[in-house]
């Protein structure tokens, strides 16, 4: 496992040299991604989602904290301002319903994904997916930009036994991949992703697509 910090001090002295990925020549022998704000912007459709769960629940949706919700479980979003577990349900219900009539439209891939996706599968990594989307709408997405058939494991919020930074759904996806957790790498847009991969015994990568984060990516294609 190559432990942050020391990527992150790699990360400086390497993303200016280009592409890092080279066929058969993968620093990892897994590459496994979360799934929004990582290989896809999907922030349309999960605002629509939100502003459905809080609207049938009573609650005043603030799209200004969209970013913030999308960087963290759906429980803990949930938690800001309801108790009731049954209210959870049913929050959780909302959102998924508003998932599956508009998620799938709304979704846009974000321009480097598909070619960094290619690289790591021709380098001969496996790959798989960890989220907190249902693995349905994954496939969906992915089915829809010709990107189905890339990934080995999806591991996605039916199976999900507790929320990042548990390293359990980690932790199901390696044990898919049949991949050991030293020889992996997790990607994410959330510090809670680089948290889930320590934890596994992994190495985490953030990427930050605004760019404000010193020594995070900001484009999958500079991938080690």
Known sequence: MLPYHKYLRWSRQTYSKGPAIRPGMAAFSAYIFDFDGTLFDTRAGVGLCYERAFRELGGEYDPSMLETYMKEPLDRTFARFWEDPCRYREFVACFLAESEASMCATTAIFPDTAEALARVQGSGAA?????????????????????????????????????????????MCLGELGEPPCGAVYVGDSPLDVAAAEAAGATGILIDRGGGTPGALTDLRMLP
């Open 127 to 171: 790959m798989g997916i960890v989220s907190g989307k249902t693995e349905v709408r994954i496939r969906e997405i992915l089915g829809r930009f010709g990107l189905g058939g890339m990934f080995r494991s999806i591991v996605g919020f039916e199976r999900t036994k507790a929320s990042k930074p548990d390293p359990s759904s980690l932790e």
